[in-house]
C-alpha cells in the first residue's frame, strides 16, 4: 500500500442494517457517536445502515423493497398516470 493515503485510524465498529436488525463486527474508520454493546460484552461505535448484504435482494435472491423515508410512494404519486 502507498504511503500516507490511508487512514489509520481503523478500529472495530458495529453495523446494524436497520431494515431487518441484523448486526456484524468489522473494522472502519468511520466516525460515529452512538455506541452498542457487543456480544463479548465491550462497547463499539454503532454505524446504522439501511440496507446491506442480509437484506439487498442481490444477495438474499427476493424482490424486497425497503423503503425508510416514502420514496416509493412519491415516485409513485409522481409518475401516476393522469
Known amino acids: 500500500m502507498k504511503e500516507g493515503i490511508h ?3 481503523y478500529r472495530f465498529v458495529v ?5 431487518n436488525g ?3 463486527l468489522t473494522r472502519s ?8 454493546t457487543w ?3 465491550k462497547e463499539y461505535p454503532l454505524l446504522k445502515l439501511e440496507i ?3 437484506s439487498h435482494p442481490f444477495f438474499t ?3 424486497m423493497l425497503v423503503d425508510t423515508a416514502g420514496r416509493i410512494d412519491k415516485f409513485k404519486k409522481k409518475y401516476a398516470k393522469k
Open 7 to 9: 487512514p489509520d485510524n
Open 15 to 19: 453495523f446494524k442494517d436497520m431494515s
Open 22 to 24: 441484523t448486526t456484524f
Open 29 to 36: 474508520a468511520a466516525v460515529s457517536k452512538e455506541t452498542i
Open 39 to 41: 456480544e463479548d460484552g
Open 52 to 54: 446491506s448484504n442480509t
Open 61 to 63: 435472491g427476493q424482490n
